[in-house]
C-alpha cells in the first residue's frame, strides 16, 4: 500500500476519555500534517512535522491535544478528556520536500464523542 | 478566520458545462493548491499553482492566480457527473508551515 493510513476508522467513545489516532505517511514523505474536518467545513490545520520535528501547531489547539512523530515515521494524535466538540473527521496527510504534486491525505478517522 | 473564501458555495450545473469556482485569501503565498473531496471520503489534490504563475492547465482543469488580488480561479471544462463532489482551494502563506483550506465549492453535476 502505498497512501496514507490512518487507523482506527471510526471511533466512538464517551465524553473525557481519552483517545489516540494513527496516522502511517507514504515512507519517502519527510512533511506529515494533521487536519480536522466537521461537516460542510473545509479541513482545519493542527500540527506540522517535518520529519520528527513537530514545527508548528494550531493555537486553536488546546492543551487537550497533543501529537508526536518519533523517529520521522508513523504519527500520533491523542485527544486527552475528549468533549462532544471535538467530534470530527481526522484527517492525516503527508508531502515530500518539493509538494509539487501536492498533500496526500488519508480516508480520515471519524470521531464521535457521545 | 483561518479559512479563505470560495465563491460559490454551492453550484449545480447540467452535464457538458463548464463550472468555474473562485477562492479568495489574505496575504502572501508561496503556492495555491486546488483539491477535490467525494462524499465521506479523503482529499484529493488536483493541480498546484505558484505565486510566480498566472495560469496552469491539467487535462479538463485550469487554474489562474492573480496575486494583486488575492484571488485564483478552478474552471472545470466539458463538465461530467463524475465530477460531482467538493473543491477546495488551500494556500501556503509565505513565513509558515500550514496550508490553509477554503470552506470549499460543492459542485452538482446533474446527468
Known amino acids: 500500500d502505498t497512501g496514507v493510513s490512518q487507523d482506527p476508522r471510526h471511533k466512538i467513545t464517551k465524553r473525557g476519555q481519552n483517545v489516540t489516532f494513527r496516522c502511517d505517511p507514504i515512507s519517502e514523505h519527510n512533511r506529515l500534517y494533521w487536519y480536522r474536518q466537521t461537516l460542510g467545513q473545509g479541513p482545519e490545520f493542527l500540527t506540522y512535522?517535518?520529519?520528527?520535528?513537530?514545527?508548528?501547531k494550531s493555537r486553536l489547539l488546546s492543551d487537550r491535544f497533543s501529537a508526536e512523530r518519533p523517529k520521522g515515521s508513523f504519527s500520533t494524535l491523542e485527544i486527552q478528556r475528549t468533549e462532544q466538540g471535538d467530534s470530527a473527521m481526522y484527517l492525516c496527510?503527508?508531502?515530500?520536500?518539493?509538494?509539487?504534486?501536492?498533500?496526500?491525505f488519508g480516508s480520515g478517522t471519524r470521531l464521535t464523542v457521545v | 478566520s483561518q479559512q479563505g473564501e470560495e465563491d460559490p458555495q454551492a453550484l449545480s450545473i447540467q452535464e457538458g458545462e463548464n463550472a468555474t469556482m473562485n477562492c479568495s485569501y489574505k496575504t502572501s503565498i508561496n503556492n495555491l493548491q486546488w483539491y477535490r473531496q467525494n462524499s465521506g471520503r479523503g482529499l484529493v489534490h488536483l493541480i498546484l499553482i505558484r505565486s510566480n504563475e498566472r495560469e496552469k492547465h491539467s487535462g479538463r482543469l485550469r487554474v489562474t492566480l492573480d496575486t494583486s488580488k488575492k484571488s485564483s480561479s478552478l474552471l472545470i471544462t466539458a463538465s461530467r457527473a463524475a465530477d460531482t463532489a467538493s473543491y477546495f482551494c488551500a494556500t501556503d502563506y509565505t513565513g509558515g508551515f500550514k496550508t490553509i483550506f477554503g470552506a470549499g465549492t460543492r459542485l452538482f453535476v446533474k446527468a
Open positions: 496527510a503527508s508531502s515530500p520536500r518539493d509538494i509539487h504534486y501536492g498533500y496526500t
Open positions: 512535522f517535518q520529519n520528527e520535528a513537530q514545527l508548528e
